[in-house]
């Protein structure tokens, strides 16, 4: 059976309530080890409890080892739980203030302490607001000889560099790690490369002296690096003594060399490595880059399809490029629409090409006009279902019933006034054919 801190009254411990039942024999010792089992056992419980997000029932039990009702005092284990249990949750200040408290009862920070406020003050909802606690944990844990751990330093450097420290902050914590001969990690590298991706200017440079850093101590690269120094070229200006390079990723090899790197050292692209990649290569090798995305049967995803029709014209792109479009990129260029004329027009080009657009891509056309509370668009795309005879399915007639539903008569929109009969006329409509012989019913296209 499975022990719950339900199970237990915050005195004792000796016993199951209702189960007059003694604890397993290992756990009658001596009383200094009885004491031991006893308080961790209540830590494991406050592990559990932050786990399933129940971080005020953890801070309870904290508060009973605090108030002296306990067998025993609070330890810094306690507190560490709870300082990463807060930061984990992005409440930084609520972390801080446990660590005041450990200090209060002459508690020593150990290692886990700073790399959990280092953790805690980086994932702030601002994280520049706690650049000056970093700033005094910082001085703090220099001054303490017994802190020498490479993952509290990696922390350490993440937090300079999301708390937007000067730009040569992170790499004097970097320099202070060699000379404690603290082994670097991919982990290092990478929130090294983050800092670069913050120098505009110098930014591409620093980068790549931190690679040949990284590859000289034969540290593994893997995705997140590559997607980091992606992100490098990305952020960055090309520097002045780049003469010979006329687009950012040539800085790598090209394209193709690049993605043969990866192979050779098999590693996937994923989503945002195709994505980075969009933005350092030519106009002309877009189409390339989409064929090679779907060769590795990377999932070109609605932020990618939407960042690139940002920038470029994605049908010329998949047009020039011999991508022949299917089902799903019109799925996902639906998600994309924000206006009649274009919801209409990604409905014409899926006929051009010999698509039936399916209850998916007209769904996904209804919801994107109720996002934007786009009643000419709710219109033209139910209007189009029925003139060409497609019968919308449950999920279609659900988006078009929130449509009416949020049709306000006091709107000055006269196409948002109009809704409710339209929608009767077409409800009508959609019945009717329903009806018909076989031959001249409605088409149900699978999704």
Same mark, same amino acid.
């Given at each position: 059976?499975? %022990?719950?801190?339900?199970? +237990? ?57 605090? $108030? ?14 709870? =300082? ?6 992005? !409440? ?19 290692? &886990? ?9 980086? *994932? ?26 490479? =993952? ?10 999301? #708390? ?31 800092? #670069? ?83 350092? =290569?030519? +106009? ?7 064929? %090679? ?36 990129? +019109?799925? =996902?260029?639906?998600? #994309?629409?924000? #206006? ?9 080009? !899926? ?56 049709? *306000?008569?006091? $709107?000055?929109?006269?196409?948002? &006034? ?17 009806? &018909?012989?076989?031959?001249?019913? !409605? ?5």
């Amino acid at each position: 059976r499975r %022990i719950l801190m339900e199970d +237990y009254n915050f005195e004792r411990l000796d016993k199951i309530p209702g189960r007059n039942k003694r604890l397993p024999s290992y756990l009658r010792r001596t009383e200094k080890q009885k004491l031991r089992v006893y308080v961790a056992q209540y830590i494991g419980f406050m592990v559990e409890q932050t786990r399933i997000h129940r971080l005020e029932k953890a801070m309870e039990i904290l508060r009973k080892f605090n $108030s002296g009702k306990m067998k025993a005092p609070s330890n810094s284990v306690m507190h560490n739980v709870m =300082i990463t249990a807060y930061g984990k949750h992005n !409440m930084p200040n609520q972390a801080f203030k446990i660590y005041n408290q450990m200090k209060k009862r002459g508690l020593e920070p150990t290692d &886990r302490t700073f790399t959990s406020l280092f953790n805690a003050f980086a *994932s702030a909802p601002v994280p520049s607001s706690q650049l000056e606690r970093v700033y005094k944990m910082q001085k703090i844990m220099e001054a303490n000889e017994n802190i020498a751990n490479a =993952i509290t330093y990696n922390a350490l450097i993440q937090a300079l560099v999301k #708390c937007e420290a000067e730009m040569d902050e992170p790499f004097e914590v970097y320099d202070t790690m060699k000379m404690k001969k603290l082994e670097t990690d991919s982990y290092t590298y990478c929130y090294l490369l983050k800092a #670069c991706s913050k120098d505009k200017k110098n930014g591409i440079n620093k980068a790549l002296k931190v690679w040949e850093e990284m590859l000289l101590n034969e540290v593994p690269n893997n995705i997140y690096s590559n997607n980091m120094l992606l992100q490098v070229l990305r952020n960055c200006d090309l520097p002045p003594d780049q003469t010979n390079i006329e687009n950012k990723i040539d800085i790598l090899g090209g394209l193709k060399a690049f993605l043969d790197k990866l192979a050779k050292e098999k590693i996937k692209p994923n989503i945002t490595t195709f994505d980075l990649l969009s933005y350092i =290569i030519p +106009y002309e090798q877009l189409g390339d880059l989409i064929k %090679i995305a779907m060769t590795h049967k990377v999932d070109l995803d609605v932020a990618f399809m939407n960042s690139l029709l940002r920038r470029q014209n994605l049908f010329k792109i998949l047009l020039t490029s011999g991508v022949e479009p299917n089902q799903k990129t +019109y799925q =996902i260029l639906a998600s #994309c629409v924000t #206006c009649k004329s274009s919801g209409i027009k990604l409905l014409n080009d !899926m006929t051009l090409v010999g698509l039936q657009p399916n209850n998916y891509v007209y769904s996904t056309l209804l919801k994107a006009g109720i996002n934007n509370y786009d009643y000419p668009l709710i219109t033209a795309v139910m209007k189009h279902m029925n003139d060409v005879d497609i019968y919308p399915n449950d999920v279609v007639l659900h988006v078009v019933r929130t449509a009416l539903k949020n049709v *306000s008569k006091n $709107s000055s929109s006269k196409s948002v &006034r109009q809704f409710p009969e339209f929608y009767a006329s077409w409800e009508k409509e959609v019945k009717e054919k329903r009806g &018909r012989p076989d031959k001249e019913a !409605m088409q149900i296209v699978p999704d």
